[in-house]
């Protein structure tokens, strides 16, 4: 059971769009999308979850920027290995 994949890539769509339009940024940054050649699954989430950050972006006009993993975790906390605990902690 649970939502569909068309639900859940709609309340992103939503949230995003939501976001956009209280904040207006100037460009959107996104990760790279990567995954482990065991798991072509959840590249194809991300890259449809992607996908969709990238659609509401430009329905706003705002450009979309995409880094690697590990210059946006060095960016932040100083280190291109920072575990997730670490970048959540950074983001807060």
């Known amino acids: 059971a649970g939502t569909g994949l068309g639900e859940r890539l709609k309340t992103l769509h939503d949230g995003v769009v939501e976001l ?18 065991k798991h072509p699954r959840t590249a194809i989430l991300m890259a449809h979850a992607r996908g969709v950050i990238v659609l509401a972006a430009s329905e706003r ?28 902690h950074a983001i807060r």
Not at 20 to 37: I, K, M, N, R, Y
Not at 69 to 77: N, P, V
């Open 20 to 37: 956009l339009d209280a904040f207006a940024p100037t460009v959107v940054a996104l990760e790279q999308v990567h995954s482990h050649w």
């Open 61 to 88: 006009d705002t450009p979309v920027t995409s880094y690697a993993a590990s210059r946006i975790k060095k960016t932040l906390t100083g280190s291109g290995r920072a575990p997730k605990a670490q970048m959540q």
